[in-house]
């Protein structure tokens, strides 16, 4: 018996050691909910100034990563939001926050905030004229909710954290993702194009952080596509494709728990997506079904009737295929993930003014950087969203007619307009700074390090090309000071600061839009390779750059023109959450839908930050007790909300919700929280409540 014994403490003493590691890192994650206004607000992304906020299909996110070697003495924060970029005045706030809760241990040189790229997360969080322009100017409550929801989601992680390992595997994603912008990459060199199948990145790449027993901790993802699914007629608030692949794989580590409440945290950062597409159908003119111009994606001469379209049926289904995609692939390669990424911790970073950057091609060639500037080109929009007027991509000489609407706002300097060139100026933003700077001067360049696995952290949106030679670059300098032949490099774009795109030497002469929104001028991308090589040095040899020019937060300054919440009403023997129409019937099918509308006030009066304007409820048929299987954060549900008067303060909010396949059958009934606001400014809590009904097979 005691020899039995003996052999089974033995068994047990070996197979958990075999099953438990020892650890390389200590690791964190955490998650926030960092939505904005469901109303009212517009949407960034598209610069369309009727597309407000109209409700939501899934609320926004920010997801941090802790990571911190074994001792704990160096460590970084990385954190993918789902918005449509990161901007400097949120970053200098976040910091400033942290600076506040945990004194010097984040900071600006290891913090790196990265946005996915969603097109439909409310705007106004930017602190330059530029990207306020649509939005009525700034918006307190986007800013505050971010700010607020990115320092909670570091918190998190920084509580969370237990030693543990990383994981590195990449692989190729097919049918997800096509080159927007084909005319401008086909004007690189030949033979570099030669070394790529194809004309925009495939490979996606995957972090696993699990703990030192195995346990998974969370997931970062990079892969180039445009969140751009949701096209530029969509009123609700989405994380657009990214966002859906988080919610999936979030939901498979986290059984039962709702969005954005489980431990497991799974970021589907961006990557150089400036020229990517997700509308893998490609443009077509809607009038005549026609291909579009391939050069200025026109029909007609007009760009607003080239429009690219998603594999879906629509813009959810096609924010489902793309979102899909990603996350089968990213659990194919996080369950197989086998190198173990060793080595030091590492992180740098440098400020700097890339208006005025002479850069060396090689002994006879070199160029200079510019103040910033928007081309033609920029008013044309993508295939993904058209801009409007007569302007086209592809413009390389501007007209009469433009040129005196621009001269009337700010006739940009001969300087400008000669290190532009062959850019035809639309916006001299460098040389405007009433009321206060139109584009930003000063960004961050920054590099994360963990072992022989680099993150370059870009503060835009780099094309394919740009980011393949950025890469190249830093990986040739890691080997070179040490590295292992394995050493990667990964682009997080729009990281820290947001300024526009970058695209190659080559890709600028066509002017396309991407092109037309370089805002630093042809030598942009060769300035970046040039900084990104030399803060790779200085990381490899654990050398500390010069800090560089500091750039300030504009957020005092900021003005806003979009008006309050006046007032909510009902009309005449209505309440405030009554049900208006309930749902239509008494059994639903899986696969159906269904949905009721309430009288409602504004969402604006409470954004419900970690909350829910509504839910999906399960009656337990034993304990006759409700539960929430569902909120308005799941992709699954439609929170939409409607004005029907605005002078007598009327609107109404329609609960959707198309069931699942996998719904247990049962009985259900849809719920709806709001706040509604009186002429005397107070402010109510109320809700309401549909009829119930059974979901069948």
């Not at 003495?73 to 939001?81: A, G, Q, T």
């Not at 096209?231 to 609700?236: E, F, G, Q, V, Y």
């Not at 579009?292 to 994606?297: E, L």
């Not at 040899?541 to 010069?546: E, I, N, R, S, V």
Request: hydrophobic share 35%.
């Amino acid at each position: 018996m005691s020899s039995t014994l003996f052999f089974i403490l033995v068994m047990v003493c070996f197979v958990s050691g075999s099953l438990s590691q020892d650890a390389n890192y200590i690791l964190g994650a955490g998650i926030a909910d960092i939505t904005g206004p469901a109303a009212d607000a517009n949407l960034m992304g598209y610069a369309n100034p009727s597309q407000t906020a109209g409700g939501i299909s899934i609320r926004q996110f920010s997801r941090a990563f802790v990571i911190a070697d074994s001792k704990g003495e160096k460590r970084f924060v990385f954190v993918s939001i789902d918005a449509g970029m990161q901007d400097q005045g949120v970053t200098l706030e976040v910091i400033s926050r942290l600076k506040t809760a945990y004194g010097g241990l984040y900071n600006e040189t290891n913090v790196a905030i990265s946005g996915t790229h969603s097109h439909s997360g409310t705007a106004g969080f930017l602190q330059f004229v530029l990207f306020d322009v649509t939005s009525l100017g700034f918006i307190k409550e986007t800013f505050e909710v971010m700010v607020a929801g990115i320092v909670k989601s570091i918190e998190s992680a920084h509580e969370s954290m237990v030693p543990g390992n990383i994981y590195h595997n990449e692989g190729i994603l097919l049918d997800s993702n096509i080159n927007r912008s084909p005319t401008a990459y086909e004007n690189n060199p030949k033979e570099e194009q030669a070394r790529y199948k194809y004309n925009v990145d495939k490979l996606m790449t995957v972090l696993k952080l699990v703990d030192t027993n195995g346990a998974d901790i969370g997931m970062i993802n990079w892969f180039a596509v445009h969140g751009t699914c949701m096209n530029n007629t969509n009123k609700l608030i989405s994380g657009d494709n990214k966002g859906y692949a988080s919610q999936l794989m979030e939901k498979h580590f986290n059984p039962g728990a709702l969005p954005g409440k489980g431990k497991f945290v799974a970021a589907f950062a961006s990557s150089n997506l400036g020229d990517v597409s997700p509308n893998t159908k490609g443009a077509r003119c809607i009038d005549t079904g026609l291909p579009c111009d391939r050069n200025s994606s026109t029909c007609g001469g007009k760009t607003e009737m080239c429009i690219a379209f998603g594999p879906g049926e629509d813009m959810f289904d096609s924010t489902r295929i793309i979102g899909e995609n990603q996350y089968k692939k990213a659990m194919e390669l996080y369950s197989v993930a086998s190198r173990m990424l060793t080595g030091p911790i590492g992180f740098v970073h440098q400020y700097v003014n890339m208006t005025d950057v002479t850069v060396h091609y090689n002994s006879s060639f070199k160029g200079k950087t510019c103040k910033p500037s928007m081309g033609y080109s920029f008013a044309a929009g993508t295939t993904d969203g058209p801009g409007a007027f007569d302007f086209t991509q592809g413009v390389t000489e501007g007209n009469l007619f433009w040129n005196l609407v621009r001269n009337a706002l700010k006739k940009p300097s001969p300087e400008l307009i000669a290190c532009q060139h062959p850019k035809p100026i639309l916006l001299a933003t460098g040389e405007m700074n009433f009321p206060y700077e139109w584009s930003p001067h000063i960004v961050d360049t920054q590099i994360l390090r963990i072992g022989d696995f680099a993150i370059l952290a870009i503060p835009g949106e780099f094309t394919t090309m740009s980011g393949r030679r950025v890469r190249e670059a830093v990986t040739k300098e890691m080997i070179a000071n040490g590295a292992s032949a394995n050493a990667t490099a990964v682009v997080a774009g729009l990281t820290n600061t947001y300024s526009d795109y970058i695209v190659t030497y080559e890709e600028y002469q066509v002017q396309r839009y991407e092109g037309a929104s370089t805002i630093f001028g042809q030598h942009t991308l060769q300035a970046y390779i040039n900084q990104f090589r030399n803060l790779t040095t200085n990381m490899m040899q654990d050398k500390t750059p010069p800090r560089g020019p500091i750039p300030k937060s504009l957020i005092d300054d900021q003005v806003s023109f979009l008006p309050p919440v006046f007032f909510d009403e009902t009309p005449i023997g209505k309440s405030f959450g009554e049900v208006l129409t309930d749902v239509s019937g008494t059994t639903f099918k899986k696969g159906s839908v269904v949905q009721a509308v309430f009288q409602a006030g504004n969402p604006r009066n409470n954004l419900r930050t970690g909350e829910s304007f509504m839910t999906v409820e399960y009656l337990d048929p034993t304990k006759q007790t409700w539960t929430v299987v569902h909120t308005d954060a799941d992709f699954c549900t439609r929170f939409i909300w409607t004005r029907t008067s605005t002078l007598l303060g009327h609107s109404e909010v329609t609960a959707y919700w198309d069931i699942p396949l996998d719904t247990p059958m049962g009985t259900y009934r849809l719920r709806v929280f709001g706040e509604s606001k009186d002429i005397a400014q107070k402010i109510s809590s109320y809700e309401g409540t549909s009829s119930q009904f059974k979901v069948t097979q």
